[in-house]
């Protein structure tokens, strides 16, 4: 049976770094801050309000929560992100997406600081991360994943493993590849338009499921000893939480499984706190 791959331990180390970066920089009187940005009321959003905060104030990140009215416009919205960009006391900026319909999602994300962008959704930020040249925060969920890889022993042999992410966006599936990239290993990206994807899924030793639909990667796609990262957030008909991978098929063939829930998710928040803080840290040094 494969082993699982949880991420509640890796949250727990995660956070003890930070506290410890966090501290350091409280001793030169800087006490990093994250201002976290909503348009209405939206529950999902709400949650990870307070998912984020409470793993902020954990890792000894402050937090300012902004919240605009359900009708505010886009120029509100614009005005409240450009007050954050130049108020040196905030480091980091996350703003809540998706955005009301009749926003501009591409201008609203791209008026964020590239320096504050903590979650790498502005295009300064990911073309840093694409780049190679540091400097830019890769998006959360993304770096999350390859937290995972490194936790459990994974992540400093990639040079030369074969790797295939399944999905493309710019949330998860391109960054998680340049991440991967970046660490030496020959990555495929698989779509929709993948020619046998099942061949491709078979062959990687690395194989990073974000594809947004439950049970795309099924029985005949797994490998022996292979290490799936599983990304996928659905829910069944009885409100079930599951993933994008059939984890059933893959438990008894893979040799390591992140599963969902309890996997990649509960990292991505902490990932958070250690941007915002390492954004505190440079902004301190005059990076």
Known sequence: ?????????VAAALRERQRAAAAALAERGVRPVLEIIRVGSREDDMAYERSASRRCGEAGVDVR?????EGASQGQLLERIGMANRDGSVHGVLLLRPLPAGMDDEAVRNALAPEKDVDGIGDAALARVFAGTGGGFAPCTAQACMELLDFYGYGQGLAGKRAAVIGRSLVVGRPVAMLLLARH?????CHTRTADMAAECRRADILIVAAGRAGVV???MFSPGQVVIDVGINFDEGGKMRGDADFGAAMPVVGAIAPVPGGVGGVTASVLAGNVIEAARRAAAGA
Do not use: D, F, N, S
């Not at 049976?1 to 331990?9: F, I, W």
């Not at 290993?185 to 990206?189: L, N």
């Open 218 to 220: 099924g029985e005949g």
């Open 65 to 69: 929560a902004t919240a605009l009215p």
């Open 1 to 9: 049976m494969a082993k699982l791959l949880e991420g509640r331990p």
């Open 185 to 189: 290993a020959t990555v495929t990206v």
